[in-house]
């Protein structure tokens, strides 16, 4: 009995001991060494950078800010024209009607008009010669057709009923020294011309840059 119990616990010995590790073969080459760890350097800040300079205007201080004149000259071509042009197709109108009052206005229409509108646009000197052009013109035709009428008159001296021509004549030189007014005024006299014009508004900016303060602002001249 005491045989056949040292045998079991000879065998459950011999079964819980682990098996032995087979050797390893001559011809295997040897574990290669291991690669030093490589040392990465801690993150450094980057060196500051200085801000960019860019090109600034130079700015004077208070009061020392160029402004621009008080008036500037402008220059540009002005035509009027149609102003008298309109002003003597109504004068015509007018002189054409059946009623006194509106042939009265057309003729003062006809004589005023014109130079009323070149003096509105500062030219005094095509004011009177306007006035004098509407003024002489039409009496000068008048007068040289009524003396062409009396010297192509065949009315005896002592034929009272015999009609010369003369009314008819200095009525025509009205009329054709009048219309070549109205054109010589608007083809020659309201002719465009250049105009010189002051600009009494004048704005400026104005920025003043100091240690204390900047200031910013627009500069008017009247």
């Known amino acids: 009995m005491l045989w056949f119990l040292g045998w079991v616990v000879w065998a459950s010995t011999a079964q819980a001991q682990p098996a ?9 080459p040897a574990a290669a060494p291991a690669a030093p760890a490589l040392t990465v350097p801690p993150p450094t800040a980057p060196p500051p950078v200085a801000p960019a300079v860019t090109a600034s205007p130079t700015f004077a201080p208070p009061g020392m800010v ?12 002005e035509s009027y024209r149609w102003q ?3 002003a003597d197709t109504a004068s015509i109108v007018l002189l054409v009607s059946h009623t006194n009052a ?39 035709t008048a007068a040289g057709l009524t003396a062409l009428a009396a010297h192509q008159n065949t009315c005896a001296p002592d ?22 007014a109205m054109v010589i005024d608007t083809t020659l006299l309201a002719r465009p011309h ?9 704005l ?7 240690p204390e303060r900047t200031s910013v602002g627009i500069l008017g001249r009247f």
């Open 66 to 77: 160029p402004t621009t004149p008080a008036a500037a000259a402008e220059s540009e071509i």
């Open 20 to 28: 032995p590790a087979p050797d390893a073969p001559a011809d295997a």
């Open 194 to 202: 250049v105009v010189h014009r002051e600009t009494r508004l004048t």
């Open 159 to 180: 034929d009272n009923d015999c009609d010369s021509g003369a009314l008819i004549a200095a009525v025509e030189g009205l009329l054709v020294g009048g219309l070549a």
């Open 84 to 86: 008298i042009a309109f």
């Open 102 to 140: 509106t042939a009265t206005v057309g003729a003062l229409t006809y004589l005023l008009a014109g130079p009323v509108i070149h003096g509105a646009h500062d030219e005094g000197g095509r004011t009177a010669a306007s006035l004098a052009l509407r003024v002489g013109l039409p009496l000068l």
């Open 204 to 210: 400026s900016p104005h920025v003043s840059v100091t």
